[in-house]
């Protein structure tokens, strides 16, 4: 019963509590770290370069190799048509833009 209240903003944490959601943060962060480090082929160390909390532009991800390039829908359709053979349907939608759950990286990592 003592994690059934984890996020209740009306209750205070106890330290057994803030070490659980502690232990769930640290699983999330190696999923994802384990998933940009394979997908963006970088070493530990590149990773570690720019892991540490800061949130980058379009233009300075982009050098530091954690994207392929910036553009807006149309420039997605493009490369999806040029890398993949295939042209998403016009109605398609590429990026949803309703969850029925909250989005978080636990989701999107498949595991």
Partial sequence: MIFKEVGNIHKELTSTQRAYLQERNNDLFYIFSDVVKKNRDLTDEEFERVS??????????????LIDEVGGLDAVKSYIGKN????????????????????????????
């Fill in 84 to 111: 993949i053979g295939e042209q998403p349907e016009e109605s398609s939608r590429l990026i949803p833009t309703h969850y029925p759950y909250p989005i978080n990286l636990y989701n999107i990592s498949g595991h």
């Fill in 52 to 65: 540490d909390g800061k949130f980058y532009f379009a233009e300075r991800a982009k050098d530091l190799g």
